[in-house]
């Protein structure tokens, strides 16, 4: 079976640039999730969506920062404009929505802003 | 959710069991135990859960102790490719989706 798949793995941007990372969750999860990683802090949530519907979004670092979920295969992150602390390795997951069921990790998008 | 501790990091020989302690001393009742992985320039990978009995999977066994307060993840014979940082995370029953992942344990395997 095909697992969470991201797209692109890389890029290289310059600040001021609009980003849009994409996802497309396992077949059949009705859970997605947006996760950030650097150095500095870590695996940190971004925001997650449940029946594409976003759920909490707290996480979301600021108003440049948008995610939708059009439909129950695909995921976009945007970022506009980006800004070189956007540098980061991004992940989308996915997961079923009953008790207990654990969250499948793409292998991420790597996101340089120059 | 429940704070975890972990070695920062630990050393483990090609072919023995690594055995990788957690410490989650205010875990809650209905609250799990979820150990992943990530490999270099990979995605978390997920190995195993539980919430009170020991777990066992193709990649590895959980032996949460009887008071829940810690964990042990044992890989019964390492090899290269085990080497990656592990998190140890507790997570709360349906309703509550959050992976908090900590600084986690860094496993490397020598040859």
């Known amino acids: 079976d095909a697992g969470v798949i991201q797209s692109p793995r890389h890029e290289v941007t310059e600040m001021g640039q609009e980003v849009t990372l994409r996802c497309k969750p396992i077949?059949?999860?009705?859970?997605l999730f947006w996760y950030r990683q650097t150095m500095m802090r870590g695996l940190e949530l971004l925001i997650y969506f449940n029946n594409n519907v976003p759920i909490d979004d707290s996480g979301m670092p600021e108003d440049r920062f948008s995610a939708k979920m059009p439909n129950a295969s695909f995921s976009t992150l945007k970022i506009q404009p980006s800004e070189p602390r956007d540098s980061a390795v991004y992940f989308c997951?996915?997961?079923?929505?009953?008790?207990?069921?654990?969250?499948?990790f793409g292998d991420g998008t790597r996101l340089s802003i120059l | 959710d429940a704070k975890t501790t972990q070695p920062t990091s630990m050393d483990c020989a090609e072919g023995r069991a690594a055995n990788l302690p957690c410490n989650h001393s205010t875990i809650s009742g209905n609250e799990y135990v979820y150990w992943y992985r990530q490999i270099h320039s990979q995605g978390p990978q997920y190995i195993i859960h539980?919430?009170?009995n020991n777990e066992t999977n193709e990649m590895a066994s959980l032996i949460i102790t009887e008071d829940r307060k810690s964990s042990t993840l044992i890989l019964p014979h390492a090899t290269l490719r085990d080497t990656a940082v592990y998190y140890c995370i507790v997570r709360g029953n349906f309703g509550n989706e959050k992976l908090t992942f900590g600084t986690g344990t860094r496993l490397t395997i020598i040859p």
């Open positions: 077949s059949g999860h009705d859970y």
């Open positions: 539980g919430l009170k």
């Open positions: 997951a996915s997961s079923f929505s009953w008790s207990n069921q654990p969250q499948h």
